[in-house]
């Protein structure tokens, strides 16, 4: 089993910046990749940003040159930086794990808010 815990969440202005965290424990050695999706209301859940254990990324489009997402592997840890933040990344965001045999692991979220 793989826990995941997010962290970071909060109300910024637009124009702002978050750095969410996401704490990795368990059977860490089984998770390929890692990633972060987000949920509006009324809305499916989406990619945000993935990051593999080689350290390759992909963003979804509407993040791209604004998120950055990272990883610590000493503190088990994956990050999402994100700048010049805009009402509509209003969203829970989920941190996710990838393991072997197509098994996923969910975070319970944290959400942030962004004013205009």
């Known amino acids: 089993q793989v826990q995941l815990v997010e962290s970071g969440g909060g109300l910024v202005q637009a124009g702002g910046s978050l750095r969410l965290s996401c704490a990795a424990s368990g059977n860490i050695f089984s998770i390929n990749s890692m990633g972060w999706y987000c949920q509006a209301p009324g809305k499916q859940r989406e990619l945000v940003a993935t990051?593999?254990?080689?350290?390759?990324?992909n963003y979804a489009d509407s993040v791209k040159g604004r998120f950055t997402i990272s990883r610590e592997n000493a503190k088990n840890t994956v990050y999402l930086q994100m700048n010049s933040l805009k009402p509509e990344d209003t969203a829970v965001y989920y941190c996710r794990g990838q393991g072997r045999y197509g098994i996923v692991y969910w975070g319970k979220g944290t959400l942030v808010t962004v004013s205009s």
């Open positions: 990051i593999t254990n080689g350290g390759s990324t």
